[in-house]
Structure formats: structure tokens, C-alpha cells
């Protein structure tokens, strides 16, 4: 079913939905339609780039009765990849290596749902009241998954549609303009109750949060959100890159600011397993400690354009007004996007990321490295 709805502002959205998720699952495979959206959203990685230049917001989520993938942007820049963008949700690309080291990330995604102690009880009730597993599955399914069995969930899951919905102000969507794989569902899969098992917190006590910690003054507030951006702004951040995608070691990875009155928290933030600990932190140190190899002047150019893009997308939604009401001038990065250059940013980086300079802690101890 395609539904076209008309937006009033020059943004857009479309949204793929299929239908089934966690109710095509069977015993030995709860957890695979979370794992497969994780998966699927790997066909992207190669358009990271150009999405961020075009100020292109996408993500997916996996639910109990479907599996979303959506862009979201300007009107234009949205009618530029939707078709691309749905071609590539009718191809499975990944190989033996990406999915252990997804599925390790899921693994760790897992733990932290888990180690919340409110979380875990909700997700437990919500396993005894239904008598089935939510998205985020079973651990012991998820650790014995392997490769065919992904295979096997695309033929099935991902043969069409269910829904798609297009929100934009003029480009109606067409029919003709999906050039996406043909096949039919040939497999049925099989249904009934099954013995719920509970899991708590208290079983993953070797996760931990980590903070790295850095003070920041009011005049450089908005060249340090500029360089947390070239850090760990989308799939191809450095941080990202080298300690999710390479390494399979965390979940997440960001870095964001904590305004106060005329300075702040400058935060590079993650969560993972005890024994990775020390992994993640020299993973953080080799990026924070090598600028020439990270902060490239395509990345500087890239995070430019993207804050331009984005720019124009909240002068529309009026966020831009709000937050010069908001915020003193000097500390949004808007306003330094026109002026800023490239050893300005160098010249910032030296003083705020020398790594000797953070503060880490975790949740058990606070210690400077």
C-alpha cells in the first residue's frame, strides 16, 4: 500500500514498513528481525557521506508488528534518494565478517536494556502477559544465529512491502520508480507457545558506562561542537567507525556539550562491557590522539555542509529563532559557519583534546587518565 501525504513545510519523509517483525520469529530465532534491521541498515553505509552533505536524516526500528526504514530531510534531497533508498532495502549485502560483528553489537545493545533494572522488568512482564519476546529477543537465540539463518529471514521477510509513505509537498511517489526485487513468499513459519524465560539486570553487572570528561570555555563553545561533530557526527565518524564498526566493542558512541552559564562539559560518552573497558578507552585515546589522521579537511568540509543543510531545515521549523532567544551569540554553530576555517579548528582541538587532559569515569570510580 503507498499512501501520499501532503507536507506543509518544504520537509519530507518516506517510510518502508513490513509488516510481521517479532510474530514471524520462531523458537531459536527471537531476536532476528531486530538483528536483520541492523543488518539491512549496513546497504547504507556507502551513501553515509552524500546523506550528510544533503542534510539527509535516516535511521530504522524494529517493533513488535513491523520493521521501519525512513529518510527524512528537505523536500528535494528526499525525492533525490528515495528510490535509491529503496532499491538497496531489496538487496542483502552483507558478508560472514559484518554480521558477527553486528550481531556482537546487538549482543551489546542487549545488556544494556538489561542491566536497567526498570527495563528489564518491564521487558519480563512484557514477556509474561504476551507469552512471546520483544524486539530485542532471546541472548542465548541471538548467540546461535548464524549467517544462512539471516539469509533465510530476508527471502522472507523482505520479499515486499507492506506499506510505504510519502510525505512531501509536491512529488507525488510512483509506482514505476522502484526498480525492487520481485520475489514471493515461498516459506510459512510456524506458530505456538513457548516457555518465556526472564532475564534480569543483575546478570550483566560487568557493563559499564563511560564518560570522558573535558571543561570548555564560553568562546570556544561552538568550535568544540564543530569538532565533536568531525568526531562522532553519523555512520562514518571516526569514533564510530574505528570502535563500533571495526572493533564491535560498544552499542553507541558521542560526543555532546553541557551548557552553563559561561562554560561547560565538553563529553565523549559510550557504554560496554567490563572487560572491554580499557579496549574502549585506547580506542577513544588512538582517535583523540591522531587529528591528522581523523579531522581531514573532506571531514571538516563534510560536517560544514551538514550544519548548513540543517540550518536552512530549522530556520524552516523556526528551531534556529528559538535557540538565538535561547542561547547566548557565539555558542551555536551556526554561528560560525560562515567563518569558520580549518586551522581554527586545529588551533581549538590542541587546546581542549589533549586525551592526558580528560577525566574518565565509569559507573563504580572516577579517575584521571
Known sequence: MIT???????????????????????????????????????????????????????????????????????????????????????????NKEQ??????????????????????????????????????????????????????????????????????????YKNDSIDFAKRTLDKKMEFGNHDVEFEFGNEFKDKTSIAILSPVIEEDFAYVHFINAMLSLGLKS????????????????????????????????????????????????EVISNPDKYLTKDRFNLVKDYYKVRMQKDEILRYKNVNQWINPEGWSVYDILDTVKMNKVKEVYDKYYKFDNFYISNDKKEFKK
Not at 529471514?153 to 512531501?168: E, G, M, R
Open 4 to 94: 501520499n501525504l501532503k507536507s506543509e513545510t518544504d520537509l519530507s519523509g518516506f517510510y518502508v514498513v513490513y509488516e510481521g517483525s517479532t510474530n514471524l520469529e520462531k523458537s531459536g530465532w527471537y531476536g532476528i528481525s531486530h538483528l536483520m534491521e541492523h543488518l539491512m541498515c549496513k546497504n547504507f553505509d556507502h551513501l553515509q557521506e552524500d546523506f550528510d552533505k544533503d542534510g539527509i536524516d535516516w535511521n530504522a526500528y524494529t517493533s513488535s508488528n513491523e520493521i521501519v526504514f525512513y529518510i527524512q530531510g528537505l523536500d528535494e534531497k528526499v525525492n533525490k534518494w528515495k528510490g535509491e533508498f529503496m532499491n538497496l532495502l531489496g538487496q542483502f549485502n552483507v
Open 99 to 172: 554480521f558477527e560483528n553486528e550481531r556482537n553489537i546487538v549482543l551489546e545493545e542487549y545488556m544494556d536494556c538489561f542491566n536497567d533494572q526498570t527495563q528489564s522488568h518491564m521487558l519480563n512482564l512484557s514477556r509474561k502477559l504476551f507469552n512471546d519476546y520483544d524486539p530485542i529477543g532471546l541472548r542465548s537465540d541471538l548467540e546461535k544465529l548464524k549467517y544462512m539463518d539471516c539469509l533465510n529471514y530476508f527471502d522472507l521477510q523482505y520479499a515486499n512491502p507492506s506499506k510505504i509513505i510519502n510525505v512531501s509537498k509536491k512529488n507525488k
Open 238 to 285: 571516526p569514533l564510530y567507525q574505528e570502535i563500533r564498526e571495526k572493533k564491535g566493542l560498544v552499542y553507541y558512541v558521542h560526543c555532546y556539550e553541557s551548557r552553563m552559564n559561561n562554560q561547560g562539559i565538553n563529553t565523549i560518552a559510550t557504554q560496554t562491557s567490563n572487560k572491554n573497558f580499557n579496549s574502549v578507552v585506547d580506542s577513544v585515546k
